[in-house]
């Protein structure tokens, strides 16, 4: 089966314009998970979606951030304006929903470079 | 506060032998902890899961141990290959299915 594939797999932006993300989870997977590394920091998380309600956004760092999965499909990840600290790899992951615990599978990145 | 630690350090060890890393965790209860590889410019590739429940899992060449009392996991590689150098990542997840995420210990495996 198909992974998890994410687009662009790199973004060089300017300071102040806008970049949109997006990631396709493996198919029939519910839960949808975008995390980030920052340079040197550990990956944290963002926010988690079942189908296409936001479950869990208590990681999103600010107003600048729009995360969407409408039907529950791709899910888009929106920074704008873009600010130099946000630079770095956004992970989206996607699991079963088999109850918790489920093991998490991940994209390659998108690595965000924010000049 | 809450911290997962994990030796920063790169551990070098000899292909054949067994690598050791240790997770460490203050301030969390996990339901559950998982190990995850990654590989450079890669996810990370999820390996084992554990519940709080358990003590000890195993995969193939590959064991996780979990001491909820000393608020630490072991994960062990035997018979280590050079293919298995990575970066190995601990995660906890305290059933919110949002995992916190160690900052990984790179092991490199010499021939």
């Known amino acids: 089966e198909a992974g998890v594939t994410q687009f662009p797999s790199h973004s060089v932006i300017e300071k102040g314009q806008t970049v949109t993300l997006r990631c396709d989870p493996i198919s029939g997977h519910d839960n949808l998970y975008w995390y980030r590394r920052v340079m040197g920091k550990e990956i944290k998380f963002l926010l988690h979606f079942v189908k296409e309600s936001k479950q869990d956004e208590s990681g999103m760092p600010n107003n600048r951030f729009l995360a969407e999965r409408t039907g529950g499909t791709y899910s888009t990840l929106k920074v704008q304006p873009a600010e130099l600290e946000d630079s770095g790899v956004y992970f989206c992951?996607?699991?079963?929903?088999?109850?918790?615990?489920?093991?998490?599978?991940f994209g390659p990145g998108t690595r965000l470079t924010v000049t | 506060s809450q911290k997962i630690e994990q030796n920063s350090e790169a551990l070098n060890i000899q292909e054949g032998k067994t690598a050791t890393l240790t997770c460490n965790y203050t301030?969390?209860?996990?339901?559950?902890l998982q190990w995850y590889r990654q590989d450079p410019g890669r996810g990370p590739v999820f390996l084992l899961l554990i519940r709080e429940n358990e003590k000890e899992k195993r995969k193939e060449r590959l064991k996780v141990t979990f001491d909820t009392t000393l608020k630490q996991s072991l994960f062990h590689i035997t018979a280590s290959q050079p293919a298995d150098s990575a970066t190995y990542l601990c995660a906890l997840d305290t059933g919110r299915r949002a995992l916190t995420f160690g900052s990984g210990t790179r092991l490199q495996v010499q021939p």
């Open positions: 301030n969390y209860s996990p339901a559950y």
């Open positions: 992951a996607s699991s079963q929903n088999r109850g918790t615990g489920d093991e998490q599978y």
